[in-house]
C-alpha cells in the first residue's frame, strides 16, 4: 500500500471546509480550560482582551484601566490567533458555495424578507444599505451596544462564564450564563419577530 500525500492533503482540506461536529469542536473548547489552568492558571475570556488593548492605547489616568495589563498580553495574543484563523478560514477554507439552510428556517427567514444565502451573514441585515434602514439601526448599532455593555454588566461574556466560570463551579456563571441563555431564548422568540417586520 503506498502512500499518496497529494490524496491526502486534499482529503484533509476537503474536511476541514466542513462544519465540525459537536463530539469533535465541544471537546476542543472545553479542553482550552484545562489547557489555560495548566499553562499559567490563565482564564478564557473574550471580553477582557477589549479592556486591555484600551489600556495599552488610551492614558493610564483613567481608574478603569489602571492595572498592569502588560501581565496579560496572552490573551491579546490569543485574540489576534482567532482574527487571523477566522481570516485564514474565510479566504481558504469557506464554501464559495450557496450556505445551505434548513428548508423550515429558511421558509422562516423568507417571511422576513432573507433570501440571500450566498455570504456567511445574510446581506438583508448585515450591510452597508441595511444599516441605513430602522431595522438594521437596531439590530447592529443598539444590539451591538448592548451587548458591549451588557458584557461589562455582567463581568464577562459567554465564553468566560460559560466555558470557564461554570467548569470553575464559580455561582455567579451559573446565574450569569442562564441570564444569557434566557437573554437568547426571549429574544429570538419575542422581540427580534418584532424588530424583523419594522
Known amino acids: 500500500m503506498t502512500f499518496n500525500a497529494q490524496c491526502f492533503n486534499m482529503n484533509f482540506i476537503d474536511w476541514m471546509k466542513q462544519p465540525w461536529p459537536w463530539y469533535i469542536g465541544g471537546p476542543l473548547i472545553g479542553l482550552t480550560v484545562p489547557l489555560l489552568l495548566l499553562l499559567g492558571n490563565r482564564s478564557l475570556g473574550i471580553s477582557s482582551s477589549l479592556r486591555h488593548m484600551c489600556a495599552a492605547c488610551l492614558p493610564a489616568n483613567i ?12 490573551n491579546l495574543f490569543f485574540v489576534g490567533g482567532i482574527i487571523i484563523g477566522g481570516v485564514f478560514t474565510y479566504f481558504f477554507l469557506s464554501d464559495p458555495n450557496t450556505v445551505h439552510v434548513n ?10 424578507g432573507i433570501t440571500d444565502y450566498r455570504s456567511m451573514v445574510p446581506v438583508e441585515l448585515f450591510s452597508w444599505p441595511a444599516l441605513t434602514t430602522l431595522r438594521g439601526f437596531i439590530l447592529i448599532v443598539v444590539g451591538g451596544f448592548m451587548v458591549g455593555f451588557g458584557t461589562r454588566y455582567a463581568g464577562g461574556c459567554t465564553s468566560g462564564h460559560a466555558i470557564m466560570g461554570i467548569s470553575n463551579l464559580q455561582w455567579p456563571s451559573v446565574i450569569a450564563t442562564c441570564s444569557f441563555m434566557a437573554g437568547g ?3 429570538s422568540n419575542l422581540i427580534l419577530p418584532f424588530i424583523m417586520h419594522l
Open 63 to 74: 481608574s478603569f484601566f489602571k492595572y498592569n495589563w502588560k501581565k496579560e498580553t496572552w
Open 103 to 112: 428548508e423550515r428556517l429558511a421558509k422562516e427567514l423568507a417571511g422576513y
Open 185 to 187: 431564548f426571549i429574544m
